[in-house]
Each structure stands twice: as C-alpha cells, then as structure tokens.
C-alpha cells in the first residue's frame, strides 16, 4: 500500500531562494518554479472567471436581507451602530448576531454609498478568497490541477453561489473556517506554532460571524493535532493552549467590551431576553439551535421543534440529501465520501505524520462533524446553512480525484473512480428528478455520460492516455452538469428576504424566516408570503407554496405586486442608488400584499414602501431621533433602507425581544424622539407590516401597540397606515 510519498511538497530551500530571486510580477504570473507553465496563469484566470460569474446579475438581489442591510446602513452612518452591530444609527437594538459580518458592508457603504453593489460585494470578494484559499492549500501537498478542480467543485455548488452573493453571516464564517483548517495543515507540516496561533485568531474572528457555529470543527482537528503533529507530546499540548488563548482573544475582546459596558448606554442585545450577550450565545444562538428550546423565538422555548416532521424539517442522517436539502448542497457529497475513504485507505499504513493523510483528516473530520450537527439539530434550520460544508468537499474532491489519478494503474484506483462517478450521476439524475420542469432533458443525459464516463474509469488503466482523458472529462462533465444548470439559474435568479434557496424551486421546508427565523401577522391572523421573493417560505411549519422562484405562486396578491412594481419605478431614484437596482419599491414588492407589507411577509421580506410614506416619514426626520417604530425588525429596516433615517424596531426580529419596555417607549414619546408608530394593519392589509402582538398578547410589543392606537391619532399614507404620536387622540390616557 502506497505512503504517496511521490505527490509535490511544499516548496523548501533552494525552490525557495530561486523563487527569491524573481520580481514581484513574475512570482504572481509564474508561481513555483516546478510548477508547469499554464499552472499560475490557470489559477488566476479561474479567479477572475470565479468573480465574474459571482458579480454577474448581481444587483437582481436589490438590498438582499434587510435586515442585515439595514444594520450595515446604519454602521455607515454612526461609528457605534458600526461597533455594536446596530439595526437603526440611533442605537435601539442590535441585530441577532455579532457584528464581524456587518463590518465589511457597513465599511463599503461608508465607501461607495448605500446600493445593492456595495452591500452585496464584500459577500462575492469572500467567494473569491475561500477559492483562493482553498487551492493554496490543496496545491501545497497535491497537484495544480487538484487545487483548480477544488477551485471549480467550490465555485460551481449552487448553495455557494447563492450566499457569497447574499448578505448572511455564513459566507464570513465559511471563508474563516477555510482558513482555519488551511492554517492547521501548515502547522502539521513541520510543527510551528505561528500557524495554530493564527488558526485560533480565525476561529475567534469566525465566532465574532456566526457564534457557536464557528467551534464545530474545533474537536476533530484538536484531535489530529494531537496525535498527528510532528512534535513531542508536551509541546503539542502547549501549542493548542496558545491557539486556545488566541481565539479566546480574537473573539472575546469584543464580547468582554459588550458585556462590561453600561447596559443604559448601549443599544440592546437582539435575540436575547435579558440584554446579554452571552444569553444570546449560549442560549438562543447555541444550545437552543440544537435542542430546539430557542427562549424568544416564536414557537421557541417550548422544548424541541425537530424529529420527523418537526417546524425545522426533519432531522436525521438523510437530511442533507432530503427534498428540502439535497439539491443545495449534496450533488458531490456522496463523491466526497468515497474519496475520503479512498484517501484514508491508501495512506493508512503511512508514517504517523504524513501531510496528505492529514489533509485528508482534517477536510473529512470538518465535514462529517458539521453535517452530523446539521443533520440532527432540532432548532432553527436552514437550507442556505449549508455552504459551510461547501469548501470541505470541495477539496476532499480536488485531493481524491488526484491520488487516484496517480494510482490509476492498479485496477482498484480506477475502479474507485468509476464508482465515484457513477453514483454522482446517479445521485444528480435523482435531484434533477425533483424538478421535473427544469431542463427536462438533462437528468437523462447526465445518466448517461455518468455511466459510460465510468465505463472509462473502470477500464483506464487499459486505455491510452487519449481515452483515458476522454473518459476522465466525460465523467468529470456528467459530475458537474447539475450544480452547473442549478448553479447558473441561481446566479440569473434574484435573492430577497430571509428564507433564501438555491437553483429552480422544488418547494422546500417549512419554518420561520430571516435572521431568528420566527412567522409573523397582523392581529388578524397570520398570512403566507408571496412568491416573488425567492424561498421565503410560509412559517409556521408548512412548506412553501412551491412555485417558481422570483415568480408569483398560488395565492399571491396580484395588486400587491402591481403596486409594488410600480413603486420601484416611483423610488429607483433613491440617493446611494445604483444603476439598474430596484427601488425599494421593486425590492420589497409583493411582500405583504397590499400596502406595507404586513403579516408574514413583513416578517420574512420587508415591507413595501411607497412615495407617500416615505414623504410622511422624511418630513421634519432630523427633529426627530427615530422617525417612526415598527414592530419587527424587517418592516423597521424596510422603512430605514427606504428614507434613510432611523426606525425603531420594537421586539427585535420577530418582536418578541422585551426591547424597549412600555414604560420606555412612553419616556421616548413623551421626550419627542419618535414621530410615528407604523400601524400592523388588520390582518396585514394596508398595513404598515408590523408584526401586530409578536410578542403574545400579554409581550412588550403588544403592549405598545395597544396603547399607541388607544392614544393617537391614526394617519394615512397611500395605502400605509400611521400613529402620529406628536398628535394624541383627545381622549388620552394610558
């Protein structure tokens, strides 16, 4: 059994100093010296070709997420919102996540002026880098040509082109946990310590993105360190308590400022019940999601929402190739698998510090750690989570293929190979089946390319080198033709709102929507949203109505969208606008039927604004420190996104956060620093898309609203509904 001690290393000595010697242009157009010819100039025209395709359509999105746009508006426009993660710049309340992923928008917005561009290309130029990570890492121990079929498998997962050009926090969190592990491999290499310091920094830095996602890998790669690393035991131990310390110090400096400063002095900590953020982390953000006991959310702290049929989807170790999943994330996966296994198998019998077994390991261990979480938490779940799992197989693929192909003239490589692409064409022609209506003719055709590609396989060692290729880029084709058609409807295909997918839409899982993912209505009962934005899904459990992303479904509110159009037209003016992006109008359209936006849709998609609230709103804004208050933080941040002024989102997300208490939302009105309350409408209608009594009937958000409509008078604006509340009603009282 081979140690594949013939694979490249990384460069040493006299490749180093021969390097040296080269200007600066041509070691970025050569690279290594023992590289072929076509190795650098193919790497970095994959790049380019990456970010083309990733920029291309890109302002379709409009403003993405709200919500997270919102809070990176307000970061351009007040250094503290920038620092806290606020979702207004008068510092009401935070959103639901720190702030690591808010920076880069907020720093670009700051830059370039709000638009769709500067929100959403800090989002592409991550894509960019985890490609570009990813080949660094995978050319160190294999081949030019695995780091670029890394580069392509990364680039060409739907799921990946979805959210490095959204703007989540996942797309930060996958470019830092690639980096984590790139960073682990180089200190497996000879034992230095800067490369575990510098894996903690990104661990620190990633949970700074998402919290507690960012440990996920922690353990396995722990572990191999441990046993694996080319040092004594001692020193070892040693080296992972200082990368402890630096991830310790990388993300907790700003926890430690959060928790230390004045509560009365900061804006609150969104998602949390008690203004901590460490509730925040450990509870709602942490165990909850695994448990599904998610205190503050709605539907949550009633113990798990998971297991078969659960509000989540099910859960179980067919989750990442159900219906709701698979086709996001799991057309390589199965691919990955076998060539993990390959790849352990052949280097078992190596000596216990082995680069490439370790590659291996630390891919595979970050992958089956992070799908086995996903698989079987019972919280809050989404399918655009899954991108973290994206740069794990795409180099289990990129190092697999390799070995293989330097293995192909025993019997058993070649045999691995045509397995591998047999049940990749398999596997496609099963999730293309379950869009029966796009691209018909392609699931049969990848069958059949898959099949005579491993035909190929199975026989290459017999085969001249011409065939052989041949059936190599036959099954390398029949592999990719999925991703790829699901990948370009994707990139051709708009983004808004809170629940996002990728590819043609198949229906998908129910659940709530948008940051904390909680359903929303009016008062008057709760209403799905509509279909033009894609993958929103109905809440409450149930499955999207399952139309066409970007196009109406079952049930839309036709006028709502009419009007909604029509209102982009009236707003795509807006200062910091860019060319050919939407007006806020056209972004949020159709969200909550007629009007604001309200119920459901308010929750999952903004709100619409049209040219008579905004000039409502706009008036005398600067007399004011938030323009108006809105129950839930999408409608808030549709409002803030459309007049550029500050709107309080009362309850947080969903409503529910008791941020500001009724006593402190009098003490604001009283002072002047409100001027409207905008109206949750009757069961979402003409509403200003509040979440109406989020809260529950008895929570802070409903409290405010009752006493809002019970004391002040009610303003019209187009089909938006208002409370003045410099205007009491003449019969006041509390």
């Given at each position: 059994?081979?140690?594949?001690?013939h694979?490249?290393?990384?460069?040493?000595?006299?490749?180093?100093?021969?390097?040296?010697?080269?200007?600066?242009?041509?070691?970025?157009?050569?690279?290594?010296?023992?590289?072929?010819?076509?190795?650098?100039?193919?790497?970095?025209?994959?790049?380019?070709?990456?970010?083309?395709?990733?920029l291309?359509?890109?302002?379709?999105?409009?403003?993405?997420?709200?919500?997270?746009?919102?809070?990176?508006q307000?970061?351009s426009?007040?250094?503290?919102?920038?620092?806290?993660?606020?979702?207004?710049?008068?510092?009401?309340?935070?959103?639901?996540?720190?702030?690591?992923?808010?920076?880069?928008?907020?720093?670009?917005?700051?830059?370039?002026?709000?638009?769709?561009?500067?929100?959403?290309?800090?989002?592409?130029l991550?894509?960019?880098a985890?490609?570009?990570?990813?080949?660094?890492?995978?050319?160190?121990?294999?081949?030019?040509?695995a780091?670029l079929?890394?580069?392509a498998?990364?680039?060409?997962?739907?799921?990946?082109?979805?959210?490095?050009?959204?703007?989540?926090?996942?797309?930060?969190?996958?470019?830092?946990?690639?980096?984590?592990?790139?960073?682990?491999?180089?200190?497996?290499?000879?034992?230095?310590?800067?490369?575990?310091?510098?894996?903690?920094?990104?661990?620190?830095?990633?949970?700074?993105?998402?919290?507690?996602?960012?440990?996920?890998?922690?353990?396995?790669?722990?572990?191999?360190?441990?046993?694996?690393?080319?040092?004594?035991?001692?020193?070892?131990?040693g080296?992972?308590?200082?990368?402890?310390?630096?991830?310790?110090?990388?993300?907790?400096?700003?926890?430690?400022?959060?928790?230390l400063?004045?509560?009365?002095?900061?804006?609150?900590?969104?998602?949390?019940?008690?203004?901590?953020?460490?509730?925040?982390?450990?509870?709602?953000?942490?165990?909850?999601?695994?448990?599904?006991d998610?205190?503050?959310?709605?539907?949550g702290?009633?113990?798990?929402?998971?297991?078969?049929?659960?509000?989540?989807?099910?859960?179980?170790?067919?989750?990442?190739?159900?219906?709701?999943?698979?086709?996001?994330i799991?057309?390589?996966?199965p691919?990955?698998?076998?060539?993990?296994?390959?790849?352990v198998?052949l280097?078992?019998?190596?000596?216990?510090?082995?680069?490439?077994?370790?590659?291996?390991?630390?891919?595979?261990?970050?992958?089956?750690?992070?799908?086995?979480?996903?698989?079987f938490?019972?919280?809050?779940?989404?399918?655009?989570?899954?991108?973290?799992?994206?740069?794990?197989?795409?180099?289990?693929?990129?190092?697999?293929?390799?070995?293989?192909?330097?293995?192909?003239?025993?019997?058993?490589?070649?045999?691995?190979?045509?397995?591998?692409?047999?049940?990749?064409?398999?596997?496609a022609?099963?999730?293309?089946?379950?869009?029966?209506?796009?691209?018909?003719?392609?699931?049969?055709?990848?069958?059949?390319?898959?099949?005579?590609?491993a035909?190929?396989?199975?026989?290459?060692?017999r085969?001249?080198?011409?065939?052989?290729?041949?059936?190599?880029?036959?099954g390398?084709?029949?592999?990719?033709?999925?991703?790829?058609?699901?990948?370009?409807?994707?990139?051709n295909?708009?983004?808004?709102?809170?629940?996002?997918t990728?590819?043609p839409s198949?229906?998908?899982?129910?659940?709530?929507g948008?940051?904390?993912?909680?359903p929303?209505?009016?008062?008057?009962?709760?209403?799905?949203?509509?279909?033009?934005?894609?993958?929103?899904?109905?809440g409450?459990?149930?499955?999207?109505?399952?139309?066409?992303?970007?196009?109406p479904?079952p049930?839309?509110?036709?006028?709502?969208?009419?009007?909604?159009?029509?209102?982009?037209?009236?707003?795509?003016?807006?200062?910091?606008g860019?060319?050919?992006?939407?007006?806020?109008?056209?972004?949020?359209?159709?969200?909550?039927?007629?009007?604001?936006?309200?119920?459901?849709?308010?929750?999952?998609?903004?709100?619409s604004?049209?040219?008579?609230?905004?000039?409502?709103?706009?008036?005398?804004?600067?007399?004011?420190?938030?323009?108006?208050?809105a129950?839930?933080?999408?409608?808030a941040?549709?409002?803030?996104?459309?007049?550029?002024?500050?709107?309080?989102a009362?309850?947080?997300?969903?409503g529910?956060?008791?941020?500001?208490?009724?006593?402190?939302?009098?003490?604001?009105?009283?002072?002047?620093?409100?001027?409207?309350?905008?109206?949750?409408?009757?069961?979402g209608?003409?509403?200003?898309?509040?979440?109406?009594?989020?809260g529950?009937?008895?929570g802070?958000?409903?409290?405010?609203?009752?006493?809002?409509?019970?004391?002040?008078?009610?303003?019209?604006?187009?089909?938006?509904?208002?409370?003045?509340?410099?205007?009491?009603?003449?019969?006041?009282?509390?």
């Amino acid at each position: 059994m081979t140690t594949l001690d013939h694979l490249p290393a990384a460069p040493r000595g006299a490749t180093g100093h021969a390097r040296s010697a080269r200007s600066l242009p041509q070691r970025v157009w050569r690279g290594r010296p023992e590289d072929p010819r076509w190795a650098r100039p193919a790497f970095l025209g994959m790049l380019l070709a990456i970010t083309a395709a990733y920029l291309w359509n890109l302002s379709a999105s409009g403003y993405a997420n709200s919500f997270y746009s919102a809070a990176a508006q307000a970061g351009s426009q007040s250094w503290k919102a920038f620092f806290f993660g606020s979702l207004d710049s008068a510092n009401a309340i935070t959103v639901d996540k720190p702030p690591a992923t808010l920076w880069p928008m907020a720093l670009s917005v700051r830059v370039f002026g709000l638009g769709s561009w500067a929100i959403l290309f800090p989002q592409v130029l991550m894509g960019v880098a985890t490609a570009g990570v990813l080949y660094a890492s995978v050319r160190r121990r294999f081949s030019a040509a695995a780091g670029l079929i890394t580069m392509a498998v990364f680039a060409l997962t739907p799921v990946a082109a979805l959210m490095f050009r959204f703007n989540n926090p996942d797309a930060l969190l996958a470019l830092l946990m690639t980096v984590t592990v790139y960073c682990v491999l180089r200190a497996m290499e000879d034992g230095r310590t800067k490369w575990l310091v510098w894996a903690g920094v990104a661990v620190g830095l990633a949970f700074l993105s998402k919290t507690l996602q960012a440990f996920l890998i922690l353990p396995p790669l722990a572990v191999l360190y441990a046993v694996f690393s080319p040092v004594s035991v001692r020193r070892r131990f040693g080296q992972l308590g200082l990368s402890a310390l630096s991830m310790l110090v990388a993300g907790g400096w700003w926890v430690a400022i959060v928790e230390l400063w004045p509560a009365s002095s900061r804006p609150y900590i969104g998602g949390s019940q008690n203004n901590s953020f460490l509730e925040l982390t450990f509870g709602y953000n942490g165990l909850g999601r695994i448990n599904g006991d998610e205190t503050g959310s709605v539907g949550g702290g009633g113990g798990p929402g998971g297991g078969a049929g659960g509000q989540w989807g099910e859960t179980g170790i067919g989750r990442m190739f159900n219906s709701e999943i698979g086709s996001q994330i799991s057309w390589l996966l199965p691919a990955a698998l076998i060539l993990l296994v390959a790849g352990v198998w052949l280097t078992w019998r190596a000596k216990r510090t082995d680069p490439v077994r370790a590659a291996f390991l630390a891919w595979g261990s970050s992958l089956l750690m992070t799908a086995g979480v996903f698989s079987f938490m019972a919280g809050i779940f989404h399918q655009y989570y899954t991108v973290a799992l994206v740069p794990y197989i795409a180099a289990l693929i990129g190092m697999g293929v390799s070995v293989l192909w330097e293995e192909r003239s025993r019997w058993w490589a070649g045999a691995t190979l045509a397995l591998t692409v047999a049940v990749t064409a398999w596997w496609a022609y099963v999730l293309l089946g379950r869009t029966p209506d796009y691209l018909p003719w392609l699931r049969t055709a990848v069958l059949a390319a898959g099949l005579l590609g491993a035909l190929g396989l199975l026989l290459v060692a017999r085969l001249g080198r011409q065939l052989a290729l041949a059936a190599v880029g036959l099954g390398f084709a029949a592999s990719l033709a999925g991703p790829v058609a699901y990948t370009l409807n994707t990139l051709n295909t708009g983004h808004q709102g809170s629940i996002v997918t990728a590819g043609p839409s198949a229906g998908g899982m129910g659940g709530f929507g948008g940051g904390r993912g909680g359903p929303g209505g009016g008062p008057g009962g709760m209403r799905p949203p509509t279909g033009n934005q894609q993958g929103a899904g109905t809440g409450m459990g149930m499955p999207p109505t399952g139309g066409q992303q970007g196009q109406p479904q079952p049930g839309t509110s036709q006028q709502g969208q009419q009007q909604g159009q029509q209102q982009g037209g009236q707003q795509g003016q807006q200062p910091g606008g860019m060319p050919g992006m939407p007006g806020a109008g056209e972004r949020f359209r159709g969200a909550g039927g007629r009007g604001g936006g309200g119920g459901m849709g308010g929750l999952l998609n903004g709100a619409s604004v049209d040219a008579a609230a905004k000039k409502l709103l706009t008036a005398n804004a600067d007399d004011y420190t938030w323009s108006a208050a809105a129950i839930g933080s999408q409608n808030a941040a549709s409002y803030q996104l459309a007049t550029g002024d500050p709107v309080m989102a009362i309850g947080g997300f969903n409503g529910s956060d008791p941020s500001p208490t009724l006593s402190q939302f009098k003490k604001y009105v009283e002072d002047g620093r409100v001027h409207y309350f905008i109206s949750s409408g009757e069961g979402g209608e003409g509403g200003g898309g509040g979440m109406g009594g989020m809260g529950g009937s008895s929570g802070t958000s409903s409290k405010i609203s009752t006493w809002v409509e019970a004391n002040f008078k009610k303003v019209t604006a187009g089909s938006a509904t208002f409370y003045d509340l410099t205007r009491p009603e003449t019969k006041s009282g509390d």
